[in-house]
């Protein structure tokens, strides 16, 4: 029987063919304040790796949008930046993840003081059950948050763009709102208890395009003074809202890898990588 060269080389041979560039030359490192760092980053459920030596840094007060094709750890990497996936059996990592100079899986670090600081919106809106005015008023009671309780209510939902749609209904459910005003009363959720970065993991692919458009002009106008990485599968929304754009594929034992991350417009314009390229123009994914 035939035997095919490519069949005998090994795993580490094929993982190898997949380095095009330096890292160094794919990764931008920048020049301005970051928030939090990503060093030799790997992801575990139980033996299977999910993510494979990512390294970069999500600059502050800008919008990072990870993008790649479905499975290569986009939720994995994002859910990792608040220790979300702490709550899954047999999860583990390695290297680490440094948010402001703090290592955010060293012993001692609360995960909820994490989560405090770390916020997220998911890719379905999830009001509480409750009145608006107590789906914001929650989070700040339960974390201790000091101030008026109605003052927080309405700055959060202001900086949702949500109060002049909601502000004479307060104690209506969270659950009567459209689809596009619960995600906005999901982010004024995360805002209320005075977080630095958001991650939002596909915050839109619920929505129709009118709720979608007014969700990424709000992240335009979060990002002058929050942080926000989001999770998308929409290349034309990445390419709108990011300032930087982190590509992420598969290698061939299927651990995800950052192959490119840099200046949106640079990442879709000039990508330094060849598979970046292939992605972008639709060659596959
Ligand atoms: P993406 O967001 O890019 O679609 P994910 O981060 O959701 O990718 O998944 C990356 C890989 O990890 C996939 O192979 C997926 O099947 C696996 N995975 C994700 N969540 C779990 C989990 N809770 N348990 C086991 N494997 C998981």
């Avoid at 005015?133 to 000091?146: D, R, T, W």
């Avoid at 990011?242 to 651990?255: H, I, K, S, V």
Wanted: charge should be negative; aromatic fraction near 8%.
């Amino acid at each position: 029987m035939m035997v095919h060269t490519t069949e005998r080389r090994t795993t580490e041979d094929r993982l190898a063919a997949t380095e095009t560039l330096p890292l160094s030359e794919r990764v931008t490192r920048l020049s301005d304040e970051s928030v939090l760092e990503v060093e030799d980053f790997h992801a575990y459920y139980r033996e299977f790796r999910a993510l494979y030596n990512v390294s970069f840094q999500i600059p502050a007060r800008k919008i990072t949008a990870l993008i790649g094709p479905s499975g290569c750890g986009k939720s994995t990497l994002l859910r990792c930046m608040n220790r979300m996936n702490d709550l899954v059996p047999g999860f583990h990592i390695e290297g680490q993840m440094t948010y402001r100079g703090l290592d955010l899986y060293a012993r001692d670090v609360d995960p909820v003081e994490v989560r405090r600081r770390i916020g997220m919106v998911f890719q379905k809106p999830n009001p509480f059950p409750k009145s608006i005015y107590e789906n914001i008023a929650f989070g700040p009671k339960v974390n201790g948050i000091k101030g008026n309780m109605d003052e927080i209510v309405e700055k959060s939902l202001r900086q949702a763009a949500l109060w002049d749609d909601v502000k004479d209904k307060l104690n209506d459910s969270g659950l009567a709102l459209s689809g596009g005003q619960q995600q906005r009363l999901c982010i004024a959720r995360a805002l209320a208890v005075q977080p630095e970065i958001i991650l939002m993991d596909e915050p839109c692919s619920a929505l129709d395009p009118i709720a979608t458009l007014k969700i990424e002009d709000l992240m335009r106008d979060l990002a002058k003074d929050y942080t926000i990485v989001i999770v998308t599968h929409n290349m034309q929304q990445a390419a709108r809202v990011a300032d930087y754009t982190a590509f992420l594929m598969m290698r061939p034992d299927r651990a995800g890898e950052l192959v490119e991350f840099t200046d949106t417009d640079v990442l879709f314009t000039t990508p330094k990588d060849k598979r970046t390229e292939d992605y972008i123009t639709g060659r596959f994914g």
